[in-house]
């Protein structure tokens, strides 16, 4: 799968943006936003909602606050319709980071990333029913803490893809996406991570013409994932581990 996947992003490389990372559906127009998240570098608008946040040489740090009752949250506020968004990360003992897309009033769309799963999803949208969350992929993959990886977005029309480190893909479609979205930004739940070179391109209406293409094989890869393993199962396997001594 990850062979495949790598194959695939070498021969599809940006059209417009000569920054852009390499997309699978998305043809990258203009860069529209542009944060290195670093000590004395230019920040974007950002408005931090929760937790604390401090810039350093390495990129932004983040913390949930217990006094907070909430996940660290911050978001830059603009507008979007069809975009590319790229950021690097690192776990420092996080339970949790996404990189969260919102539209006017609620939730659209977030890639959500713990120690050990990678989680692409459209958002519950209005919490109190009838929409809910719908999970496009959540793939059992260990993130080690103290390491950096590199999440792209792509959100074309009704469709979104998101890929890690160049490996792993997930996507899926809503109608939802079609409407213009906003506000895009990073949670954190846990003490702590860090995040660095945060940009955001403008992309054309239509998807690229690989995209039939990648997709079919995106599916199948999809299809095949491992999930994580369940509370559940965790302690069954301690179970049998003990059984076993």
Sequence with gaps: MSLRLLALLALVSPLCAADAPATLLAQPDKEILSDMLIKDSKPAEWKIAKGKWERTADGVHVEELPADNHGAAGR???KLQDFVASFEFRLDGAKVVSLSINDAKEHVARVMITPTSFRVQKDDH??????????FLNQAQAFEAGTWHSVVLEMVGDTMVATIDGKISGFGRNDLFKA??????FTCGGQSATFRNFAIWSAKAEPKSTWKEASAKI????KAAPAPATP???GKAKGKAAAAK
């Design 76 to 78: 830059v506020p603009m």
């Design 126 to 135: 209005d919490h109190d029913g009838p929409d809910k969350a719908v999970v």
């Design 180 to 185: 213009e979205k906003a506000n895009p930004g």
């Design 219 to 222: 599916a199948e890869a999809m």
């Design 232 to 234: 559940a199962a965790k």
